[in-house]
């Protein structure tokens, strides 16, 4: 069994017009970058995309609002991105903003095939508008669906070609549940090792969950919003 693909532009080939992505990392950290920019050459439009926040600017996601591919965005966080606050405002974009701990529970409850849960994160501000509430022990609950997609890109630490995965520190985030509530999920990681590289107790998503599996290339650690101080 080997889920290796020779490269990002082969592994998503047939991702089509309209599909729902989830896409995984927490600002500049954790971001499949590779999957991001074959989509943008091969130019899928029409994409509902589902990730914390929709890229920075000049990287990530911005590339693929930069050139009108994503319809709707489900997330988070504007973040720094400045085209996509322009994009939302002038309603160029459709935004459905999730609070960040019920956006994380509405995911691994649709990877874990349940329908809908009640939380009550958001009752009685705008988030409840148009939502089922119920009330328990006295306190006012919304009832929140599972989120899942067509497709999810993940990025890893390492990897096996079976798609074992295990992650380094922050770049866990949103990986590890997207990887369960995809139909498909493609994973690229920094290094793909032999089978049995992996040490078993570290394996953070199951090969099960991965149906094809990428080496990335030339990944740079960028800093999001740089501040320093000044020498003594």
Same mark, same amino acid.
């Given at each position: 069994m080997n889920k290796v693909f020779p490269n990002a532009d082969?592994? /998503? %080939?047939? @991702?089509?017009d309209g599909a729902t992505i989830m896409v995984g990392g927490f600002g500049m950290c954790g971001v499949p @970058?590779? $999957? /991001? &920019? %074959? $989509?943008?050459r091969k130019g899928t439009k029409d994409l509902t995309v589902i990730s914390n926040n929709p890229g920075a600017d000049g990287f990530g996601l911005a590339h693929l609002l930069a050139t009108r591919q994503i319809r709707k965005v489900i997330g988070t966080y504007v973040g720094e991105?400045? $085209? !996509? *606050? *322009? +994009? %939302? $405002?002038?309603?160029e974009v459709e935004v459905e903003l999730i609070p960040q701990g019920t956006f994380s529970e509405r995911i691994r409850a649709g990877g874990a095939g349940i329908p809908a849960f009640y939380t009550p994160t958001g009752a009685g501000t705008v988030v409840a508008e148009g939502k089922e509430t119920r009330e328990f022990n006295g306190r006012q609950y919304?009832? &929140?669906?599972?989120l899942t997609a067509d497709f999810a890109f993940v990025k890893a630490w390492k990897g096996d070609r079976w798609g074992n995965l295990v992650y380094r520190k922050t770049a866990r985030n !949103?990986?590890? +549940? +997207? %990887?369960?509530?995809?139909? @498909?999920? #493609?994973?690229?990681?920094e290094e793909l090792v032999e089978l049995g590289a992996l040490d078993p107790n570290c394996i953070v998503t199951p090969g099960i969950y991965v149906k094809r599996i990428l080496q990335g290339s030339d990944y740079q650690k960028r #800093? &999001?919003?740089?501040? @320093?101080?000044?020498?003594g």
């Open positions: 082969a592994a /998503i %080939a047939d @991702v089509p @970058v590779d $999957l /991001i &920019e %074959a $989509l943008r991105n400045k $085209l !996509f *606050e *322009e +994009m %939302a $405002l002038r309603g919304l009832l &929140e669906l599972g !949103f990986n590890p +549940m +997207m %990887a369960t509530a995809a139909k @498909v999920t #493609i994973a690229e990681v #800093i &999001e919003k740089r501040t @320093v101080r000044k020498r």
